[in-house]
C-alpha cells in the first residue's frame, strides 16, 4: 500500500511539473524556475547530527561546540547552493539520434553548452523509464555530447519521455535536478531474422526486368555462393584459395535484381514474417543487388544502395497490417 501511495504522489508531481512547464522545443536552458533541490540521504543524516550537536551545545552551554555547528551549517547552505548552480544555465540541444534494430539499446544525442564561468561537475542523464544514466564534466566556457541509452524492445518509433538531468556535486548532500520533455525519438527496425530462408530468387521473365543478361566482359567481382547461381558463375580458382565458394559479380546491365515479397515468407506470424524480410533487405544490400519490397498496400520499387536500404528498413518498422489481413 505504501508503495502504491508512493507511486500516486509521484505521478501527481509529474503532472504537475509538466503542466507548468510545458513542452519543451529542440534546445532547452535550465533556469531557476525549472530546477528541483532537496537533500540525499546523507543530507538528511548531516542535518541530523548537527540538530543534535545544537542541543548538545546548548544543554552545556559550550561556546566551542556552538562555533563549530555554525560553521558546518554554513558548509551544508554552501554545498546547497553550489549544487543549484551548478545546473543553472545549463543548455541543452537534441541532436541526431542513429535508428536501431528491435533488442539494441537505442542512443538519444544531446549537446550540452556550459556558457558560465566555472566547470559544470558531475552531471548526469537519464531516461525516467531507463535504468542506465551517463555522467560527466562540462568546463567553463564548452560544450559536449552525451549518448542517453533506452532499450528498444519493439520496432517503430521509440520515445525518450521524460529526460532527468541532475547532480549531487559538491558534497553530496543535495540532489538537484530538473526535467526535461523533448521531443525526441528513434527510430527502432524489426530485429533481423537469425534463422531466416535464403533469398528468393529473381523471378523468370523479361517483363519485369528481374534478371538482366550479363556480359562476361564486364566482370565487376566476387560474393559469397547463393543456390541458384549458375555453375559457369563460380569463380573456381578464388573458392579453392578461401575454401568457400564464390560467384562472379558482373558490372553494367548484370546486376540481379528481385522481389522481397511480404506473400514470400511462409511464417504466419506477422511479426516473424518482418524480421524474416528485415534480414533479406540486409543480405541483399550487403550482397551489392538491386531489390524491391512489396507489403500489403505498399509497394518499393526495385532499386538499390544505402537509401534504399534505409527506405525498406523504414517501411518495415513502420508497418501496420490492413483490418483484413490483422484479424
Not at 84 to 97: C, P, Q, R, S
Not at 219 to 232: A, E, I, Q
Not at 244 to 255: D, N, S, V
Not at 279 to 297: C, D, S
Request: charged letters at 20%; proline letters at 5%; a neutral charge.
Amino acid at each position: 500500500m505504501f508503495a502504491s501511495t508512493r507511486n500516486f504522489l509521484n505521478q501527481r508531481i509529474y503532472d504537475w511539473a509538466r503542466r507548468r512547464q510545458g513542452q519543451d522545443g529542440d534546445r532547452v536552458r535550465l533556469d531557476h524556475r525549472r530546477i528541483y533541490i532537496l537533500p540525499t540521504r546523507q543530507g538528511w543524516l548531516y542535518g541530523m547530527a548537527l540538530l543534535f550537536m545544537l542541543l548538545a551545545s546548548m544543554n552545556y552551554s559550550n561556546s566551542m561546540g556552538f562555533m563549530l555547528v555554525f560553521v558546518l551549517a554554513g558548509l551544508d547552505f554552501t554545498a546547497m547552493y553550489a549544487c543549484h548552480a551548478n545546473l543553472a544555465g545549463l543548455e541543452i540541444t537534441a541532436g541526431k539520434h542513429p535508428a536501431v534494430f528491435a533488442g539494441e539499446t537505442a542512443r538519444f544525442i544531446l549537446h550540452l553548452d556550459n556558457p558560465g564561468r566555472s566547470t559544470r561537475s558531475a552531471i548526469s542523464l537519464s531516461a525516467a523509464r531507463g535504468d542506465a544514466t551517463v555522467t560527466g564534466d562540462i568546463v567553463a566556457g564548452g560544450h559536449g555530447s552525451v549518448a542517453v541509452p533506452l532499450h528498444a524492445e519493439h520496432r517503430g518509433w521509440l520515445s525518450l519521455g521524460r529526460l532527468v538531468v541532475e547532480t549531487d556535486y559538491p558534497f553530496a548532500l543535495f540532489n538537484s535536478w530538473s526535467w526535461v520533455y523533448m521531443e525526441l525519438r528513434v527510430l527502432v527496425y524489426p530485429q533481423p531474422a537469425d534463422d531466416a530462408p535464403p533469398l528468393p530468387q529473381p523471378e523468370g521473365g523479361h517483363g519485369g526486368g528481374e534478371r538482366a543478361t550479363r556480359g562476361d566482359e564486364d566482370f565487376s567481382n566476387l560474393r559469397s555462393y547463393r543456390p541458384g547461381d549458375s555453375p559457369r558463375h563460380i569463380a573456381w580458382k578464388a573458392s579453392a584459395q578461401t575454401q568457400r565458394l564464390l560467384t562472379k559479380q558482373f558490372a553494367g546491365g548484370g546486376e540481379e535484381q528481385r522481389w522481397l515479397d511480404w506473400n514470400q515468407v511462409a511464417e504466419r506470424d506477422p511479426e516473424k514474417r518482418l524480421s524474416i524480410l528485415c534480414r533479406w533487405v540486409l543480405t541483399a544490400h550487403a550482397e551489392n543487388l538491386n531489390y524491391g519490397l512489396r507489403l500489403p498496400g505498399k509497394t518499393i520499387a526495385i532499386a538499390g544502395g544505402a537509401t534504399h536500404r534505409d527506405h525498406c528498413l523504414e517501411e518495415l518498422a513502420l508497418f501496420q497490417l490492413p483490418g483484413a489481413l490483422a484479424l
